[in-house]
């Protein structure tokens, strides 16, 4: 993998995780209110899928999307100020962490209803079929999510009619507190794909150049007629499953030992001149980046200056963003009307 | 210029027309296609567009719904039939959670140029599952609009303005009246598509009524009228947002309000009307704001039981009657 | 398999098709209204199976229920005074050709919104793996109703909690007017009960015995614990989707096609001497049972007397039937009443 | 005798209750077993009655609910929790062509003992699809009973009521209402779950709500009574059926209604408050009944604006000294 994709991986993924723990801070601040889910654990899968995406296709995502949205390039300082409810916000601070869109970046938004982002994402691949044009969507979802009915019909649906849409399972093995044996019959989700001859593989969502190729050679399929396909990505997330929830019906050790994995540490060694060992990355323990990029700058494996840099640049972004996020105006009531209204041209109604 | 026309022609022109005219147009639902609907309004349509414009669905409501709501943002303008209003409630998160939200959450990035066409309405013994009437189930949703054509040439007015609007809007049309006839006048002027018409001027009570209920409304107006009195029937065309002014200035000159609906009467339709106009029209009114609706009760199967259980023209009259005149007995009411 | 069973099948077979011709004129004379959906050259499916169930099953259904319910036991009168709408009918009047419901012989319903069914077999099943006990729950279902979004749902908790389920698909090749081709990207519809890892088979649905072969080891198999179990079963419908649907979507010659495979036709080849040929089936076409049985009383494979009995048999039911609902009465609206509050015992409201 | 207790605890003392009873009673839905429910109202349940009694589904709305439906037929007492009211409308087909019709489909053969527990609300900041107040959506459909317990007591006694009942039943709980404290008396006598409380008596003015916004119409009638106005304020309790005979009494002797709801104005529950009561109290109506509801706006995330969708104290103060005070100036009022 070429070293400069390797650096925009690991430079998303240092800034979604510095966004992410910064937002928990400023949760805990109260500037930040309602439900929010971070994505620590699971960066390699939005870097890997979203650096192999292209600017003309269309994303659509659930709840725990704002690092979907940062990764896809929305400015951090729009995505902050939607967490805070601002009028700079993305969504004019009528959203929220949940419902972020961003029409500029084919954005198509983050839904908090499980399972209503896939019909969303086959209506957008049927217009691009119509147009005849290059496009694809790319439609996230975790492993709670398949058993929503409308996994079954829309998948049904994109193979009938061969839609340009790539469906990414980002199974992190848990639907809040209920496991995955606990809530699928089947719990390989890619091979429930096979029920709708949709061609699937599964791959290390801990490891962010898996991750990104594979979406690579779907994509490419997708573009040369292929139809759907589907990639289920393993992955892992470090918090509770919402700001609210402290995540105790998981046992310490199986979180110990995922922290272990994190794709962040991977990527490092990826981007730089050798792989840690396993045993290196087994010792890292939770708090992978710190100690591992301690260690791996000792061994000189990434410079010192460069991998401060990336990490500095990813503090910098997050810090300018809470600022501005901080000094935004709260939207107005006028505003929230105009938006309940955007699409009313110069109807006049009673 | 105007022909008698099918309300089904008139949906199926409007549609035709539509299609023609812009590439972005299109329409979906089970047997849409191949079969040209359940009530003929997209006949002949897949052969002249073909089946990427004219789409037969699998039956999956939740989805093909969702699949509009998906198009539209991104600048088509999908015109989604659901068989039947029954099987909405399948559709409704697509409906309520994301075309009525996705404008306002995404601070008016998005525009939703969605239609939803639904048959619905007690039609003729078709069991309790079949028979509904949910307009109320989503009256209530703010983002979204409703139109209730009940002639042909508002069906075709009110599809047409439906599909050239940025908003998403919900079609109720009533499966009774596919198969009645009306002018159709393609070329007459379509006044807004939320404006309430005046179908029978009168000065002695209001009837407000909307659908079917409109034209059952008109005849029992003519009824009335035998018998000296005389209703104004306003039938409203759109239930969300409603022509309040319209309906306000008739009862301002009646003094009395009937409304007529086919839905349940508890938390109906009915129940906004008589609300709003009950406090806007306070002094107005020389007797409460009645409602006369459908029995709180599932569809029976039985005809009888069926037709019993939702207003007919002579429930109507008689309500009339009892508001107009409610101390006077028959022999002096005959009398005046 | 034994003569006994093969002339209940035939028996009940037969019966289905007087009633469902007989209701089909009483529809055009209007004393059935509404939706009035056939059953025609299904009658394998639905004999075989409910023949091999036991009276402590349940059994669910859709809209095309009523000869499910004839071949259950429901008796022929109750079942058409019910078409009827009148007093006397199963459902009292209240339900109509597509909700007859049995409480005594555990017809837990006909569901008139597709999909709708699933979710309450498992609810029942659910009830009965509680209880532990030795039953199981038929749900009777069409190919065009496994795109319906609770066909995943309710077959993955099915699975995962093993829940006595047999799922029996009546695949016609038809939702309404639109073919299997054009509404499901797999056609083979036991491969999607994959998905769930829910044992499936196929069978000739216009051949009686092996349907009621497969319900035997199916049952089997959930009694002994097994979990759920699926069942297709490709068949034809003779006529259109409803009374109000002439069915001219279909090619002539593949109806034509169809009807010459006449599942009565196969079901009297087993029950006599020796099987009908390939060509005496090919030729008898449309009128497949009045023909064929002509033929083979001429030929000796069934004895007249028996035969006429079996038919003349039927069609006494169903006449019976037919005066039993002209003479029963309208339901009174206190009636209605008093079915719409049925479960309130003595609580006064207002 | 009386406990003071937190509302997420009484609905868990009650589902102890009748699980400890009866076999027939279990409880299922997202995250109830293993977690104890989103708002802890199945907390500990699993590990004293087992997963088969309390059990963790899958995120299946539709079908789970269903579920419960089929459970019920079979003489079961299910009790579902959809995790908030906003995922219902994946559940309606279940719940209204299901649960509500088959008594009456089957002419009176079957009993349908299924409760559907929902929290929902406005809470803090869920954003617009996490923010839905739906009782209108269901309130429309014959065969339903809604239950809206305001306290620790009601929602004690109306879960225990549900379940007991054949009746299928939805208890809307409000998001903010979990951690609220109140008396729990377990050993009081329970009065009929659709009996309408009379929360503060009062001669001025009737204030009809629900739910949370009952307990602000309380607090509101505080304020009002230091400004000499004796608001008296009517608890629901039930929205299907409305207790109108103790509506209308109060109505009768205030002459005066105010009716506060969270539920968006247009065709919200408020409607077929104010248009039963409009027509049944109209002589005794000195002021047209008066709606004061939540915005039609979808509900912006903002903090600000959220609160400001929907009616507060002030709020309710402000439009109940307008209601009976109409014409008098602040001064005047005073000095009475
Ligand atoms: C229809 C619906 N049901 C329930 C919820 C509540 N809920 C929010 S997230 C979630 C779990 C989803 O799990 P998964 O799809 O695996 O995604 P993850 O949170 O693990 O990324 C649930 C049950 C919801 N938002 N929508
Ligand atoms: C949810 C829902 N959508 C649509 C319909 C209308 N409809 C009734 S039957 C039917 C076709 C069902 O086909 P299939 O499941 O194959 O059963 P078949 O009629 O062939 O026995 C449709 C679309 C319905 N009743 N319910
Ligand atoms: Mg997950
Ligand atoms: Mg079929």
């Known amino acids: 993998m070429e070293r400069d994709v390797l650096h925009r991986l690991l430079s998303d993924m240092l800034l979604s995780r510095a966004f992410e723990e910064r937002a928990a801070e400023e949760y805990g601040k109260g500037n930040i209110v309602g439900f929010l889910h971070l994505y620590p654990g699971e960066e390699a899968v939005g870097a890997g899928v979203l650096n192999a995406a292209a600017p003309s296709d269309y994303v659509v995502s659930g709840y725990r999307e704002h690092a979907h949205a940062l990764m896809r390039g929305t400015p951090a300082r729009e995505v902050m100020a939607e967490l805070f409810g601002r009028a700079d916000g993305v969504s004019g601070g009528m959203g929220g962490s949940m419902h972020i869109f961003d029409a500029e970046r084919r954005f198509m938004g983050g839904y908090a209803i499980v399972g209503e982002s896939y019909p969303i994402a086959i209506g957008i691949a049927y217009a691009i079929a119509m147009r005849r044009l290059p496009e694809a969507v790319i439609c996230f979802f975790g492993d709670g999510a398949v058993n929503q009915g409308t996994f079954h019909e829309s998948l049904n649906m994109a193979a009938l009619w061969r839609l340009p849409v790539l469906f990414v399972c980002e199974n992190n093995h848990y639907a809040i507190g209920t496991e995955i044996h606990r809530h699928s019959a089947v719990t390989e989700v890619y091979k429930r794909a096979a029920a709708y001859n949709i061609p699937a593989e599964k791959v290390d969502g801990m490891d962010v150049s898996r991750v990104y190729d594979a979406t690579r050679r779907a994509l490419d399929l997708i573009r040369r007629g292929g139809g759907p396909q589907f990639i289920e990505c393993e992955t892992y997330r470090f918090r509770g499953h919402s700001m609210a929830d402290p995540g105790s019906y998981r046992p310490v050790a199986e979180v110990k030992a995922q922290m272990a994995r994190d794709p962040i540490t991977t990527a490092i060694g990826e981007a730089a001149i050798r792989l840690p060992t396993q045993a290196e990355l087994a010792e890292a323990g939770a708090d992978t980046i710190a100690r591992l990029t301690a260690r791996m700058v000792e061994a000189g494996h990434l410079a010192e200056v460069e991998m401060e840099g990336l990490r500095k640049a990813a503090d910098a972004v997050v810090e300018d963003a809470v600022q501005f996020a901080l000094h935004s105006a709260e939207p107005t009531m006028a505003a929230a009307w105009a938006h309940m209204t955007c699409n009313r041209r110069d109807e006049v109604l009673i | ?336």
């Open chain 2, 1 to 336: 210029m105007s022909e008698e026309t099918l309300y089904w022609q008139a949906l199926n022109k409007a549609m035709d027309t539509e299609l023609e005219a812009d590439e972005s147009v299109f329409t979906l639902g089970e047997d849409v296609g191949l079969v040209g609907g359940s009530y003929r309004a997209t006949q002949g349509l897949m052969a002249k567009y073909g089946e990427w414009r004219v789409r037969d669905t699998p039956i999956s409501e939740g989805s093909f719904t969702g699949l509009g709501v998906g198009a539209a943002l991104v600048g088509m303008r999908p015109v989604v039939e659901i068989m039947t209003v029954n099987f909405m409630l399948l559709a409704l998160d697509s409906i309520i959670n994301a075309a009525a939200k996705i404008p306002f959450m995404s601070g008016g990035q998005f525009r939703m140029p969605l239609v939803i066409r639904v048959p619905g309405g007690i039609a003729k013994q078709l069991g309790a599952q079949h028979s509904q009437r949910l307009e109320h189930t989503i009256m209530n949703v703010p983002g979204l609009r409703i139109a209730v054509p009940s002639t042909p040439q508002d069906a075709y007015w009110q599809l047409r303005q439906a599909i050239a609007s940025d908003e998403p809007i919900i079609l109720l049309e009533h499966e009774l009246l596919y198969f009645s006839k009306g002018p159709l006048d393609i070329l007459a002027e379509a006044p807004p598509m939320h404006r309430a018409a005046n179908r029978r001027p009168g000065r002695d009570v209001t009837i407000i009524s909307y659908s079917r209920h409109a034209l059952l409304s008109a005849a029992a107006a003519e009824e009335l009228a035998k018998d000296g009195i005389e209703a104004e029937v306003i039938d409203l065309r759109s239930l969300k947002p409603i022509d309040w002014d319209t309906c306000a200035a008739s009862v301002e000159k009646t003094h009395h309000l009937l409304i007529v609906e086919e839905d349940c009467r508890f938390a109906g339709a009915g129940a906004e009307i008589a609300a709003t106009l009950g406090e806007r029209c306070f002094g107005a009114l020389d007797a409460p704001a009645t409602r006369l609706a459908g029995l709180d009760m599932s569809t029976p199967f039985n005809g009888t039981l069926e037709a019993a259980s939702i207003p007919q023209v002579a429930d109507i009259v008689a309500a009339a009657r009892k508001l107009c005149r409610p101390a006077k007995t028959p022999v002096a009411a005959a009398a005046e």
